[in-house]
């Protein structure tokens, strides 16, 4: 599966200061902008275990334009991997990550686990730095939200003894507004106040 077009994108700077469009209401800035565990927030909005549904994990030899920079900082040869994440009966956020192929070797040993889990075992020291946040499209969102684009999309790294171990790109559904509350999801023309 290819990764989504992007719509619009937020400037760098602005997303590692934890600015965000003025659109964005505070759950969604927290949700979006904030340095915790997507999965945890997941579990924590709906009362739901996070229930992994791999797509695909494979070699990434073809370094594309639709993928975020910061993976040119991984070590080649490169493994990616596609997941739906569902609490209950509903499809929450798709997510993509590139790894290193022997890191994700010793730390994907459960693939249908969310990467928090794996990372977190042995309670090892994790940096997380959110770098990218866009609105998103894809026919195959659509389908697995069931609902029409443009989608809330953020990417970001995690460190370990600051080496960089993984990027991952989420993107979340319409679907958390149950929780969160609405926001909206056009191309924003004033970005910042």
């Not at 924590?44 to 639709?66: D, H, P, Q, W, Y």
């Not at 697995?144 to 460190?159: A, D, Q």
Request: one cysteine or more; aromatic letters at 10%; proline letters at 7%.
């Amino acid at each position: 599966m290819i990764s989504p077009d992007i719509i619009w994108e937020s400037p760098t700077k602005a997303v590692l200061s934890g600015d965000g469009p003025n659109q964005l209401p505070g759950p969604w800035r927290m949700m979006l902008l904030g340095d915790g565990s997507p999965t945890r927030h997941l579990r924590l909005l709906t009362g739901n275990e996070v229930r992994v549904r791999l797509i695909a994990m494979e070699s990434e030899k073809n370094l594309f334009k639709r993928m975020p920079k910061e993976v040119e900082e991984l070590i080649p040869p490169l493994l990616r991997r596609q997941v739906w994440l569902d609490c209950g009966s509903t499809t929450l956020a798709w997510a993509e990550s590139w790894w290193n192929q022997k890191e994700a070797e010793h730390h994907l040993r459960n693939r249908n686990q969310p990467i928090w889990h794996s990372l977190t075992k042995g309670r090892s020291e994790l940096f997380r730095e959110v770098d990218g946040l866009a609105l998103v499209n894809g026919d195959w969102l659509s389908e697995g939200f069931g609902c029409k684009g443009p989608f809330w999309s953020r990417h970001y790294r995690f460190f370990r003894q600051e080496k960089e171990l993984t990027v991952i790109r989420e993107v979340f559904s319409p679907a958390l507004e149950q929780w969160l509350g609405p926001v909206s999801r056009k191309k924003p023309e004033v970005i910042y106040e």
